[in-house]
């Protein structure tokens, strides 16, 4: 984990600066800032450890319970952002249990390494940048000015002269009109119906037989023309490629994964649920009990080598609306030791939510019409007013928390952004009034704002 992404620098952030930064992006909900702000910091109070303690330490999981448009998912997003660390967002009701189709819970091993690989990957090839980068351009003027076979020195000194001259061409972007002839490598392997064929089959096996087959059948080049700008990124990016040590890259990839892997799990109250009296279900207790092993701590098989699951790190987020976390089996409760609750939001919090955080949605629409050469600018009494008729809404209809001030603000903006365009240089200030005259109809009709909003 590092702060780079925070820009505070190289150095590992402590939970008051990762609590700090999720504020500037979401209002409110503090005990789900802090525990997952403490979570992170264990993960580099865990590598300072002597290696044979280490191994004892197992991250404390969470479970953040709280309705809808609260701000977990939001919580989730930011903490990718800041993590700088392997991180996968999955919904646990696209899981069912082992023997019927559909997902294995073993998948959130594999899509995490692989979200890992890319990560590495990524690095690896910032590292080899100016090589690649280099080696690109001597491509490219090979393409602009092919090399002269050795004949007498004059004539080779002559075709340098010429090829330094154009590389100072390139250099300063004089070139730009060129276009030049790229090999591209495109895959050889048929078109096969895998699903078909694999039947039964674990999942993954499908990606498995892929990569097979792709190894056996020869890659097919074609020759592609591409601009000068085009065709530098597209060399640079083979040259990376070929200087990258996959090996090393899937090593380090599966090592981060164990060490630094954190999943979130969201809807987790979806298959929370005692055994079903109407016979097997599939997407409650069965997936529960398949999650077990993961959360706990196992050994799963991916393309990319085997991954301990015992370091990963998993949070886990649900509405609790119709079941609690108390529902959930025994054994998987006992994984989550942490529990936060979020509080629903009012208008107070809307109001923040409204003017605060970096983002926010005064701000972004205020943006989007500047684009357009409209000052667009909100009275804080309208924004006051805002706040009010989004949580009358959700009072009388259904309660989904901030994501109302998304539909409240599109219906309150509507003609404003159809006829941005045709008033350009204009100012426009959303005053109460203002606000009053586009939504009170539609606050005082229930009827309609369950349609409309």
């Given at each position: 984990?590092?702060?780079?992404?925070?820009?505070i620098?190289?150095?590992?952030?402590?939970?008051?600066?990762?609590?700090?930064?999720?504020?500037?992006?979401?209002?409110?909900?503090?005990?789900?800032?802090?525990?997952?702000?403490?979570?992170?910091?264990?993960?580099?109070?865990?590598?300072?450890?002597?290696?044979?303690?280490?191994?004892?330490?197992?991250?404390?999981?969470i479970?953040?319970?709280?309705?809808?448009?609260?701000?977990?998912t939001?919580?989730a997003?930011?903490?990718?952002?800041?993590?700088?660390?392997?991180?996968?967002?999955?919904?646990?009701?696209?899981?069912?249990?082992?023997?019927?189709?559909?997902?294995?819970?073993?998948?959130?091993?594999?899509?995490?390494?692989?979200?890992?690989?890319?990560?590495?990957?990524?690095?690896?090839?910032?590292?080899?940048a100016?090589?690649?980068?280099?080696?690109?351009?001597?491509?490219?003027?090979?393409?602009?000015?092919?090399?002269?076979?050795?004949?007498?020195?004059?004539?080779?000194?002559?075709?340098?002269?010429?090829?330094?001259?154009?590389?100072?061409?390139?250099?300063?972007?004089k070139?730009?009109?060129?276009?030049?002839?790229?090999?591209?490598?495109?895959?050889?392997?048929?078109?096969?119906?895998?699903?078909?064929?694999?039947?039964?089959?674990?999942?993954?096996?499908?990606?498995?037989?892929?990569?097979?087959?792709?190894?056996?059948?020869?890659?097919?080049?074609?020759?592609?023309?591409?601009?000068?700008?085009?065709?530098?990124?597209?060399?640079?990016?083979?040259?990376?490629?070929?200087?990258?040590?996959?090996e090393?890259?899937?090593?380090?990839?599966?090592?981060?994964?164990?060490?630094?892997?954190?999943?979130?799990?969201?809807?987790?109250?979806?298959?929370?649920?005692?055994?079903?009296?109407?016979?097997?279900?599939?997407?409650?207790?069965?997936?529960?009990?398949?999650?077990?092993?993961?959360?706990?701590?196992?050994?799963?098989?991916?393309?990319?080598?085997?991954?301990?699951?015992?370091?990963i790190?998993?949070?886990?987020?649900?509405?609790?609306?119709?079941?609690?976390?108390?529902?959930?089996?025994?054994?998987?409760?006992?994984?989550?030791?942490?529990?936060?609750?979020?509080?629903?939001?009012?208008?107070?919090?809307?109001?923040?939510?409204?003017?605060?955080?970096?983002?926010?949605?005064?701000?972004?629409?205020?943006?989007?019409?500047?684009?357009?050469?409209?000052?667009?600018?909100?009275?804080?009494?309208?924004?006051?007013?805002?706040?009010?008729?989004?949580?009358?809404?959700?009072?009388?209809?259904?309660?989904?928390?901030?994501?109302?001030l998304?539909?409240?603000?599109?219906?309150?903006?509507?003609?404003?952004?159809f006829t941005?365009?045709?008033?350009?240089?204009?100012?426009?200030?959303?005053?109460?009034?203002?606000?009053?005259?586009?939504?009170?109809?539609?606050?005082?009709?229930?009827?309609?704002?369950?349609?409309?909003?």
């Amino acid at each position: 984990m590092t702060a780079e992404a925070a820009g505070i620098g190289a150095r590992p952030l402590v939970p008051r600066e990762i609590v700090s930064e999720l504020d500037r992006h979401i209002v409110g909900q503090a005990a789900a800032k802090r525990a997952v702000a403490i979570a992170l910091r264990n993960r580099w109070r865990r590598r300072q450890v002597a290696p044979e303690l280490r191994e004892e330490i197992a991250p404390k999981n969470i479970i953040m319970a709280g309705p809808t448009g609260v701000g977990k998912t939001e919580i989730a997003r930011r903490l990718a952002k800041l993590a700088q660390a392997p991180f996968l967002k999955v919904e646990a009701s696209k899981f069912t249990e082992v023997g019927y189709v559909g997902r294995d819970v073993e998948s959130i091993v594999r899509d995490l390494v692989e979200i890992a690989v890319h990560m590495v990957r990524a690095e690896e090839m910032e590292k080899v940048a100016d090589r690649a980068r280099a080696a690109a351009e001597e491509r490219l003027l090979d393409l602009l000015l092919p090399p002269v076979p050795p004949r007498a020195g004059e004539a080779d000194a002559g075709s340098r002269e010429t090829r330094e001259r154009l590389r100072l061409l390139l250099r300063e972007g004089k070139l730009a009109d060129r276009t030049v002839e790229v090999e591209v490598r495109e895959s050889a392997v048929p078109v096969i119906d895998l699903i078909g064929m694999t039947g039964g089959a674990p999942e993954g096996m499908e990606g498995n037989l892929q990569e097979m087959l792709s190894g056996l059948f020869p890659k097919k080049t074609r020759r592609k023309r591409m601009r000068v700008p085009e065709a530098l990124p597209f060399l640079e990016k083979e040259e990376a490629g070929r200087l990258v040590d996959m090996e090393r890259v899937k090593r380090l990839a599966v090592e981060r994964t164990e060490e630094s892997g954190i999943v979130f799990l969201d809807e987790i109250d979806k298959i929370a649920g005692r055994e079903s009296l109407s016979g097997p279900d599939v997407s409650r207790q069965g997936v529960q009990r398949d999650l077990l092993p993961i959360v706990e701590g196992s050994s799963v098989n991916t393309k990319h080598g085997v991954v301990r699951t015992d370091f990963i790190l998993f949070i886990a987020a649900g509405a609790f609306h119709v079941s609690k976390p108390s529902d959930l089996i025994p054994e998987l409760q006992g994984r989550f030791p942490i529990r936060v609750e979020l509080t629903s939001l009012g208008k107070e919090e809307f109001v923040r939510i409204l003017t605060e955080p970096h983002g926010a949605l005064t701000r972004q629409y205020e943006a989007m019409l500047a684009a357009e050469g409209v000052t667009l600018s909100f009275d804080p009494g309208a924004v006051e007013r805002i706040a009010e008729m989004a949580c009358e809404v959700n009072e009388r209809t259904e309660n989904i928390g901030a994501r109302r001030l998304h539909t409240v603000m599109e219906r309150l903006l509507d003609e404003l952004l159809f006829t941005a365009p045709d008033i350009g240089g204009q100012v426009v200030v959303i005053t109460r009034p203002y606000v009053e005259e586009r939504l009170a109809g539609i606050v005082r009709d229930a009827d309609l704002s369950r349609y409309i909003l």
